[in-house]
């Protein structure tokens, strides 16, 4: 069975510094999408970022990118130039491409905190 | 409405009574997925409904839970004789495809239950 741990409960960082969040996750398949979402105190899951297996090149979206290790199955998230607007709960997130439907497989979370 | 919506948004019931939870997908997504938030933890899938094929409902935790999706729209989970245990978030998603996956699923805000 598939797995994601997010190793890190909680994380903080000063605003505009860097902060990297972990994600590893167990897969004996070779082809699946890993996501990024963020979770403020609305509830709303948000998509942050998306990277297919298949592709080499990490993902970026403005001032998110993933460093994705496909070997060490290593997924972390990298957000540059934090913003008091990046706090939340941040979910590690797998999904199978050919069976099950895609059901997305959550991590525990990540509780990023931004301090002014 | 443009995104997904769910409700209520908050449901305070005593142990033992049935609820029951409403998801409306956003308009033309076939894939409607449930998922369940306890405190503190990370999303856990529930059930899936593809278009008119039979539910994937593996993550369902017992016979209390069950759910249906009439006219491939609107989608209604319920809990019968509910206990503590299952208070949670109870989130609903939807995406434009089920088991090709490289769409991205699109949450509602979510209904937070109370079992008293």
């Known amino acids: 069975a598939q797995t994601v741990t997010q190793s890190q409960p909680e994380m903080s960082v000063q605003e505009a510094e860097t902060v990297t969040l972990s994600c590893t996750y167990d897969?004996?398949?070779?082809?699946?999408?890993l996501f990024w979402y963020k979770q403020p105190p609305s509830r709303q899951m948000i998509l942050v970022i998306r990277?297919?297996?298949?592709?080499?090149q990490n993902a970026t979206e403005n001032r998110f990118s993933v460093n994705f290790q496909k070997a060490a199955k290593s997924f972390s998230l990298k957000i540059s130039d934090s913003q008091l607007g990046d706090a939340a709960m941040y979910f590690c997130?797998?999904?199978?491409?050919?069976?099950?439907?895609?059901?997305?497989?959550f991590g525990q979370g990540t509780e990023l905190s931004v301090k002014p | 409405g443009a995104g997904v919506s769910q409700s209520p948004s908050n449901k305070v019931t005593e142990k033992g009574k049935d609820v029951e939870l409403r998801c409306d997908p956003i308009?033309?997504?076939?894939?409607l997925y449930w998922y369940r938030q306890s405190l503190g933890q990370g999303l856990e899938f529930l059930i899936y409904?593809?278009?008119?094929?039979?539910?994937?409902k593996s993550g369902l935790p017992s016979d209390r839970f069950s759910a249906e999706r009439t006219g491939g729209s609107v989608s209604t989970l319920t809990i019968q004789r509910t206990q503590q245990e299952d208070s949670a978030v109870y989130l609903c998603?939807?995406?434009?495809?089920?088991?090709?996956?490289?769409?991205?699923?699109?949450f509602g805000d979510g209904t937070r239950l109370s079992i008293l």
């Open positions: 998603a939807s995406s434009s495809q089920g088991a090709l996956a490289r769409q991205p699923q699109h």
């Open positions: 897969t004996s398949e070779s082809d699946y999408y």
């Open positions: 990277q297919e297996a298949y592709k080499q």
């Open positions: 997130a797998y999904r199978m491409i050919y069976n099950q439907g895609g059901k997305l497989i």
């Open positions: 308009s033309g997504h076939t894939a």
């Open positions: 409904f593809q278009g008119n094929s039979a539910p994937d």
